[in-house]
């Protein structure tokens, strides 16, 4: 009962002020009519525009906070590409040795690299630092040779000024057909699959090839390759790096940890080590080649499991 009189008590108060305001109004009394209008406004005013202060600030802070949480995630998207960048690159240094012991290759090797990118730069990169000769490369565009190598480093930043391969100095531009078919100690295709085929696998002059782009040799090339003696580290096991650290990283996001990049290696380089040795060995208790002997070992793995 006390709340309904309030309430119009309040209500006769407001219909009163609503009427002085309109007589003074029609009366020309408009001193008055700012008077009041001036009482009954200013706070609300005010208000209004401590209001809009208030949500102008908190916008100004909201979306500097989403701005810094955007950069944030750009940045940590960018260590993650790094942080797998780096391990593609251990991975390829741990499967250079175990390379040159496995597949007795000279302690100073000719390669041949098809693709420049993100994975054919630094798998050069990285024969071309440990003392091999880079003698071919190739990017979208075309192909170069150079039968002495090409200065890798050098050849990266040409790539990055220029765009393109073409043009860079002591190299002969040759085709794609004819960077495949050089004679060379190692062959890495690093940039489309199905690039060695039953057309031109009897023309390949490699004495090993190791596949770092997925799938560029086709099936019926797989027979040929092994029928003259050329071994192939098939893609399952060399450019497994990536894949086997994205398992860590769902590993350390379920237990909240967070692995250092020597702990990340230190459980790589065993995993890969391993996994090496048993493909070769299946391979060879199977007189098949290494892609076989993987798939080979990767049955009798699953059919462990279900037993």
């Not at 208000?47 to 940590?76: C, E, I, Q, W």
């Not at 798998?123 to 192909?143: M, R």
Request: a neutral charge.
């Amino acid at each position: 009962m006390l709340k309904f009189k309030f309430q119009r008590k309040i209500t006769v108060i407001i219909l009163v002020f609503c009427l002085i305001i309109i007589l003074s109004y029609y009366l020309g009394l408009s001193r008055l009519t700012t008077r009041y209008i001036t009482i009954f406004t200013n706070p609300i005013i005010a208000t209004a525009n401590y209001t809009a202060a208030a949500l102008s600030d908190f916008l100004a802070v909201y979306l500097a906070r989403a701005d810094l949480s955007k950069k944030n995630d750009d940045l940590n998207q960018k260590l993650i590409e790094l942080a797998k960048k780096n391990v593609a690159l251990e991975t390829l240094r741990q499967e250079n040795e175990w390379l040159k012991k496995e597949l007795k290759l000279p302690e100073k090797c000719k390669v041949v690299v098809q693709g420049f990118g993100n994975v054919g730069s630094y798998a050069a990169l990285i024969w071309n630092k440990a003392g091999h000769d880079i003698v071919g490369l190739s990017d979208s565009k075309n192909g170069i040779y150079n039968e002495k190598g090409f200065d890798i480093e050098k050849l990266m930043k040409y790539k990055k000024d220029t765009g393109s391969l073409s043009g860079f100095s002591n190299a002969k531009e040759i085709t794609n057909k004819e960077l495949l078919e050089t004679e060379c100690d190692l062959l890495i295709p690093a940039a489309f699959e199905n690039q060695i085929t039953g057309t031109n696998a009897e023309k390949i002059k490699a004495k090993a090839i190791l596949e770092l782009a997925n799938g560029p040799i086709a099936p019926e090339a797989d027979e040929i390759l092994f029928k003259k003696g050329i071994p192939v580290v098939p893609d399952i096991l060399a450019n497994s790096g990536g894949v086997i650290v994205s398992y860590f990283e769902w590993v350390q996001n379920l237990k909240g940890e967070h692995w250092s990049e020597k702990e990340v290696f230190d459980k790589l380089q065993p995993m890969l080590e391993d996994s090496a040795k048993k493909i070769v060995e299946k391979a060879k208790e199977s007189n098949t080649d290494l892609r076989r002997g993987a798939f080979i070992l990767a049955l009798e793995r699953i059919e462990a499991k279900t037993q």
